[in-house]
């Protein structure tokens, strides 16, 4: 987790999200890419505009580009502050989940900011961890990671979503003082047309020496969230990892869901991976 990517929804000034990252590159001794990104005007204007306004509307939106290009020293600067050595300012023009795909496609993980901006909501977050397809980290303006990780929770029913996250999640399980599996009821597993190895989550810990407590979550689907959180809350949890969206995306958010919830209520720092 050497090259880690943050979502700047602004330029004016860098928040938790911006912090936490830098924490994490620093940890590792990596590279912080920063990227911004503003629509393109073509996609928000209507089929027919007046040529004048249209060109008010492409200035508008060169002069932006202007603005945010000029950051990258400032960001260089700050980044340096936060002792990273190594810092990429991107500014791009598109969707915002395409870009990061993109940009996603080089980097080890994500750091998306909570917030009320375009692509701060809890919606928005979920989409971004869908279509990103890296391990994001979803953290509050304020955030802070500390010099040292106390404690992580790991979010565990034997679903594939959540042994990627766990599995993202190793190089700062290593450096965390202690790591606690959260485990609620097991999913039956089953091969379609085939026989698929079985996972062994405690082998899997041993490999890798380490010391993980395990805790059992009890509660329906409808509850689960509130009992990772409130567990989390209970262990003095300084990051929770989760697999994203175990369920299809449309039933957890026609039904609820613990990653619903979690995206709607988390306060401290959580590392998602569909």
């Known amino acids: 987790m050497r090259d880690i990517l943050y979502f700047a929804d602004n330029f004016a000034h860098w928040r938790g999200g911006a912090h936490f990252a830098a924490r994490l590159v620093a940890w590792q001794d990596g590279t912080l890419t920063g990227a911004f990104v503003y629509p393109s005007p073509l996609a928000t204007m209507p089929p027919v505009i007046a040529p004048d306004v249209l060109s008010v509307v492409m200035e508008s939106s060169r002069e932006l580009e202007r603005k945010a290009l000029a950051a990258g020293p400032g960001f260089a600067a700050w980044a340096m502050g936060e002792r990273v050595e190594r810092s990429l300012w991107q500014v791009a023009e598109g969707y ?80 965390a003082e202690r ?58 949890a300084d990051l929770l990892v989760m697999g994203a969206y175990g369920h299809t995306r449309l039933r957890e958010w026609v039904f609820g869901g613990a990653t619903r919830h979690v995206l709607h209520h988390a306060t401290l720092p959580v590392l998602m991976r569909h």
């Open 96 to 175: 915002t989940p395409d870009v990061l795909a993109h940009l996603g496609n080089w980097h080890d993980a994500l750091v998306l900011e909570r917030g009320d901006g375009a692509w701060t909501s809890p919606a928005a977050l979920g989409q971004l961890v869908l279509m990103s397809r890296l391990p994001t980290f979803l953290v509050a303006a304020d955030a802070v990671l500390p010099e040292r990780l106390g404690c992580v929770c790991l979010a565990w029913n034997g679903a594939a979503e959540g042994l990627r996250a766990i599995h993202a999640a190793l190089p700062l399980l290593t450096q």
């Open 179 to 236: 790591v606690v599996l959260l485990q609620g009821p097991l999913r039956a597993s089953y091969a379609e047309g085939g026989w698929r190895p079985a996972f062994d989550i405690g082998a899997y810990f041993r490999r890798h020496d380490l010391s993980v407590e395990r805790h059992a979550l009890e509660g329906s689907d409808d509850e689960a969230g509130a009992a990772l959180l409130a567990a989390c809350q209970a262990q003095g």
